[in-house]
């Protein structure tokens, strides 16, 4: 079974920057696409950034493209979030997932951490 633990998340002012990790143990987990997604209070978790399993190719959502950055480090079995410029609309529990598939539907992915709180002060 495929382990996914986050960590990295807190409490930083607006203008600030923040690096989610996301470690990863478990069968095949070579051969998952990696994803992160976030949930703010009220609302549906949505979809941040995903990465395929290579690094080679990365897609973002509308609201962070330019200032998040996504990698992953094979060797480590660790898929990192890097996070600029954070405001405080960046503010909600951020998931890392895995999928044999990727895409940017939290349904497309099989396995996902317990999360990580990202709280952005104004």
């Known amino acids: 079974q495929v382990q996914l633990v986050e960590s990295g998340g807190g409490l930083v002012q607006a203008g600030g920057s923040l690096r989610l990790s996301c470690a990863a143990s478990g069968p095949r987990f070579s051969s998952y696409a990696m994803a992160w997604f976030r949930q703010a209070p009220g609302k549906e978790r949505e979809f941040v950034s995903a990465?395929?399993?290579?690094?080679?190719?990365?897609a973002y959502a509308d609201s962070v493209k330019g200032r998040f950055a996504i990698s992953i480090d094979n060797a480590k079995n660790t898929v990192y979030l890097q996070m600029n410029s954070l405001n405080p609309g960046d503010t909600a529990v951020y998931y890392c997932?895995?999928?044999?598939?990727?895409?940017?539907?939290?349904?497309?992915?099989?396995?996902w951490g317990q999360g990580t709180q990202v709280t952005v002060s104004s």
């Open positions: 990465i395929n399993r290579s690094g080679g190719s990365a």
């Open positions: 997932a895995g999928s044999l598939y990727g895409g940017k539907t939290p349904n497309s992915y099989n396995y």
